[in-house]
């Protein structure tokens, strides 16, 4: 280890501190002002259970837990899903060109506003909108598809398959050739390869993006507002309108804790998982 | 098979882009409320943007904070990146955790988080504000993007060039910036990207200053406004510039070093 002198310090200080007075003060203070109390509309720092015991006697809050956590779930689940034959194929039926190109055009929408795609979402699938008018065309529709649950995990999807579809892709093109190739001289056929080979040997991958489509879904409220219709209200919803209508703020912090909880546990085991090494048989 | 996985492939990329190509397609067309068969091209939409004043007011605001956020963000990233490399110390997981910890983060959280911790300190509804925060989400990409360029350094050359009787800091300005600097760039496009397009954060803690995205989020709010998809296209061909300059410098450096 080298001495500490100035020169080492001059590229590790500046990071330390603004981090802690912009990352970490604000997220421990989140933390403490779910414990404040809100008297006379002014915000008291205290440390009462105020805000805990209201919020979690109230049914609409774990209606709200359930209903975010089952939707992101299934966020996760369906891209994982139906990103899979598509990465499947972009790894290994697929040259390493058409592949980089392929990831290319995925990053593309990384740059593109979240917020327009969405408004977009909602004229395609409005009543009256593009997806009906091409409906009816066929004689078919209308159908609803806003403010339904469809619509938030059509948002949700929007948002996560292509970064699932890239996570899978890289984690399948990284797999060893020769295991593959093992496989098939053994006789395998392409969906025992998957079975056997493939989905254990990037098991890790797969688990990891995931999870980051659970923590996307589980964090966006701009699916669930404006596609879903906040009908029921997801929980970031719950944080904006306790903080913008209800002045709220501690409400809204200790949902934020709430969420935040959630996730450090789904993300542990998650990652535990993921990085298990498996028991030999 | 192979002809189904290739429809699949196409249907996948077509949900994707389904979106971003009807949101550029209907920015041309004179119905208020997109349907099929497309009405007529306009140009309308894109006119009302530019007579907007809340739209200018909130362009430049955007441009503030993405100026600002990519230069503070890339320097941060580099301190990390550039310490990651050199040094090992005790407590290094913990120094890098809470540099790449933002991302993972629900921005939601992070928004309420920092609009309560501003009007604590007294700095809320403030551009310094929206740039704080957006340089704690953007770092991580930053330190990422030169981090990877780091890797690719003789580690050597800097020794040598203490060995000539150079000071640590001549070194770095002879020998680590430059070798950085396709990064350095790369990744200030990339924070410029990132910081112009967020919204959550912007939201929370811009009060009056708003920025472009939020403005968007407000048009949104009332009522179908084709305006929305003007704004994107116009989003959209600024934030894909940018990256393509940055994945081009990346490109012809690689190339120049290759040759």
């Known amino acids: 280890m080298r001495r500490l002198n100035l020169y080492a ?28 109390v809100v008297k006379n509309f002014r915000m008291v720092e205290t440390f009462e259970f105020d805000s805990w015991s209201k919020m979690i006697s109230r049914d609409f809050v774990w209606s709200a837990y359930r209903y975010t956590l089952v939707m992101a779930g299934s966020a996760a689940a369906l891209a994982s899903l139906l990103a899979f034959p598509a990465a499947w194929f972009l790894a290994f039926r697929c040259s390493a060109q058409a592949r980089q190109l392929a ?19 909602y004229t395609i699938l409005a009543e009256s909108g593009v997806l009906n008018g091409g409906f009816a065309l066929l004689g078919l529709g209308p159908f609803t598809m806003l403010n339904t649950p469809f619509g938030t995990l059509v948002g949700y999807l929007t948002f996560v398959l292509p970064l699932v579809l890239i996570l899978q892709t890289v984690t399948m093109a990284n797999i060893d050739d020769r295991l593959i190739q093992a496989a098939r001289n053994l ?15 990037g098991k890790t991958g797969f688990i990891i993006a995931a999870l980051f489509a659970f923590i996307l879904s589980f964090g966006d409220f701009v699916a669930p507002f404006y596609l879903g219709g906040s009908n029921p209200p997801t929980m970031p919803i719950l ?28 993300a542990f085991a998650a990652i535990m998982f993921a990085y298990r090494k498996r028991a030999s048989r | ?76 990233g580099f301190c990390t990146a ?39 300190v007294g700095m809320s509804g403030q551009i310094v504000s929206i740039i704080a925060a957006h340089t704690v989400l953007t770092a991580p990409f930053a330190m990422a993007i030169i981090r990877l360029r780091l890797s690719q350094i003789d580690e050597s050359l800097e020794a040598a060039a203490w060995n000539l009787g150079a000071s640590e800091w001549r070194a770095m300005q002879e020998v680590i910036l ?59 061909g600024i934030s894909i510039t940018l990256v393509v300059i940055s994945q081009l410098l990346i490109f012809f450096r690689l190339q120049r070093a290759a040759s």
């Open chain 1, 9 to 36: 310090l001059t590229f590790r200080l500046p990071i330390i501190i603004w981090q802690a007075l912009f990352f970490i003060g604000p997220l421990l203070f989140v933390i403490a002002m779910s414990f404040f």
């Open chain 1, 103 to 121: 990831i290319l055009l995925l990053i593309i929408p990384f740059f593109t506003s979240y917020l327009v795609r969405t408004f977009s979402w």
């Open chain 1, 187 to 201: 006789g395998c056929s392409s969906a025992r390869t998957i079975r056997s080979v493939i989905l254990p040997a």
């Open chain 1, 239 to 266: 944080i904006i309108d306790t903080t913008k209508a209800g002045q709220q703020w501690p409400r809204a912090a200790v949902v934020a804790v709430m969420m935040m909880l959630t996730l450090f546990t789904i």
């Open chain 2, 1 to 76: 098979m192979t002809i189904f996985l290739r429809a699949y492939l196409v249907l996948i990329f077509g949900f994707v882009f389904l979106p971003i190509i009807v949101s550029m397609l209907f920015s041309f067309n004179s119905d208020r409320f997109p349907t099929l068969p497309m009405s007529g091209f306009t140009l309308e939409w894109y006119q009302t943007i530019f007579a907007d004043p809340d739209f200018w007011r909130s362009a430049k605001n955007s441009l503030i904070v993405a100026g600002s956020t990519c230069i503070i963000a890339t320097f941060l």
């Open chain 2, 82 to 120: 550039y310490t990651d490399y050199r040094y090992s110390f005790r407590g290094k997981s913990l120094f890098l955790a809470i540099i790449l910890l933002p991302p993972t983060i629900p921005l939601i959280i992070i928004a309420l988080a920092m609009l309560a911790w501003f009007s604590r």
């Open chain 2, 178 to 236: 430059p070798f950085c600097k396709p990064a350095i760039l790369s990744s200030l496009f990339l924070t410029a990207a990132v910081s112009f397009d967020e919204f959550t954060v912007a939201w929370f803690v811009s009060g009056l200053n708003k920025t472009l995205p939020v403005h968007v989020l407000e048009i949104v709010q009332g009522t179908i406004d084709p305006q929305v998809n003007a704004i994107g296209t116009l989003v959209f």
